[in-house]
C-alpha cells in the first residue's frame, strides 16, 4: 500500500550501520516498502527490493561489475535501477524500455546508510540542530528492532516520568518519582526544547555512579529527538539522539548517537551494554502498549503536567500532518 505520509517520505531515515554494507546486497524495509542496498565503486544505491522479471527479491541476486544481478535469471540493473543486461536475449536484440525498477536516494553520513523515500528535504540528513560535536566521545547505538510504531518508540523515549519505574535502579529511582513544573519551548529551527528537569539517578550511564542530574529534551523532527542530561556539581554532559526510522506500521529500527564530553577513556562497550539493558526495559512496556498507533486525539488518554512534552509531540505530529504509526 503506498505511503502517503509525506513528511516521513521525504526525510532521510538511518536503516544500516555503513559497517553492515559490504560487497553483498542487504535488504532492508522503510515506511512498508522492501529496499535493496547495495555498495559500488560509486557508492551506495537503493532499489526496490524487486526483480521486475518475475518478482524474486533483489537482495537474493549479488554484485558483479558496479551492478546488482537478480539470482533467477541475472538481470543485472545499475544503480539507478535499469536494466543493463538480460542475459537470455539473443544477442543484438534491446533490452525493453520498460525495464527497469524504482530507485531511492541512498547516501552515508555519520557512519550510516540513509535513505530518502520521496524527495529529500535536505541534502544531508540532520543530528539535531547543531551536529555532533567534535570535542566530545560518540558511542554508537542499535539499531535496535522494536515491534511497534515509530511514533510510540519515540515518545517513551521522550517520557520522563517512566524512568524511576521502567529503569528502577539505573535510571531512576522510585523513592523520587516526583517531577518538577517544566515548560516545552520553541527552539532554533522549528526544534521544541523542554526546561532542565531534574531527576536522581543510581546509575546515569552505566559506569555505577548516582547523581543528580538535570534533563532536556528536545524534538527535531516527527522521528528525530534527543536528550541532554547535565550532571549536578559538574561540568559533565551527555547528549543522547535518537532516529527512528519505522520499517512499518508495526515495527521500527532505532538508532542511538551518544556523546559525552567525560570519562574518555572507558570503552564504548560500558555505555552500549548498559544502553541494550535499558532498550530492553522499554521493549517490554512500548511492544505491549495499547492502541498500538499513538493516539493523537489528545482526549483519548490522561495526561499529567508531567506529560507535557508528550503532549507536545502529540500535537507536532497532527501539525505535521503525521499519519503513519499513529491513529
Ligand atoms: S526474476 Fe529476476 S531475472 Fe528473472
Ligand atoms: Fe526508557
Not at 516521513?8 to 559497517?19: A, D, E, G, I, T
Not at 531511492?104 to 555532533?132: F, H, K, N, Q
Not at 506529560?307 to 499519519?323: C, E, F, N, P
Amino acid at each position: 500500500m503506498p505511503v502517503l505520509d509525506t513528511v516521513l517520505l521525504n526525510v532521510w531515515h538511518p536503516v544500516l550501520f555503513s559497517s553492515g554494507l559490504e560487497d553483498r546486497p542487504v535488504p532492508v524495509e522503510l515506511l512498508g516498502e522492501k529496499v535493496v542496498l547495495f555498495r559500488t565503486s560509486k557508492g551506495v544505491h537503493a532499489l526496490k527490493d524487486l526483480c521486475i522479471h518475475r518478482g524474486v527479491p533483489l537482495s537474493l541476486g549479488k554484485v558483479r561489475n558496479d551492478e546488482i544481478v537478480c539470482a533467477y535469471h541475472g538481470w543485472s540493473y545499475d544503480g539507478c535501477g535499469a536494466c543493463t543486461l538480460i542475459p537470455s536475449l539473443p544477442k543484438g536484440t534491446a533490452i525493453p524500455t520498460k525495464a527497469k525498477t524504482p530507485s531511492y536516494s541512498c547516501l552515508e553520513a555519520y557512519g550510516m546508510v540513509w535513505l530518502c523515500l520521496g524527495e529529500p528535504e535536505t541534502d544531508m540528513p540532520r543530528i539535531g540542530t547543531r551536529g555532533l560535536l567534535p570535542e566530545f566521545a560518540q558511542v554508537f547505538m542499535g539499531p535496535y528492532e522494536v515491534a511497534a510504531a515509530g511514533p510510540r518508540v519515540v515518545e517513551n523515549f521522550l517520557d520522563v516520568s517512566h524512568l524511576m519505574y521502567v529503569h528502577e535502579g539505573m535510571l531512576g529511582d522510585s523513592g523520587f518519582a516526583e517531577i518538577n513544573d517544566y515548560r516545552v519551548h520553541d527552539a532554533d529551527g522549528g526544534a521544541l526544547r523542554t526546561d532542565e528537569i531534574e531527576v536522581y539517578q543510581p546509575d546515569p550511564d552505566g559506569r555505577g555512579v548516582g547523581v543528580n542530574t538535570f534533563y532536556t529534551y528536545e524534538i527535531y523532527h516527527p522521528m528525530s529527538v534527543s536528550l541532554t542530561k547535565r550532571i549536578a556539581g559538574s561540568d559533565d554532559i551527555f547528549h543522547l539522539y535518537l532516529f527512528v526510522a519505522p520499517k512499518n506500521e508495526e515495527k521500527s529500527l532505532a538508532f542511538m548517537i551518544m556523546e559525552r564530553n567525560y570519562a574518555f577513556d572507558e570503552p564504548d562497550e560500558t555505555f552500549v551494554a548498559f544502553q541494550d539493558i535499558l532498550l530492553e526495559q522499554d521493549r517490554l512496556i512500548v511492544e505491549n502498549q495499547k492502541p498500538e498507533l499513538l493516539p493523537l486525539d489528545l482526549q483519548a488518554e490522561l495526561h499529567l503536567k508531567c506529560d507535557r512534552l508528550a503532549i507536545a509531540y502529540r500535537k507536532l505530529l497532527s501539525r505535521a500532518g503525521v499519519s503513519f504509526g499513529t491513529a
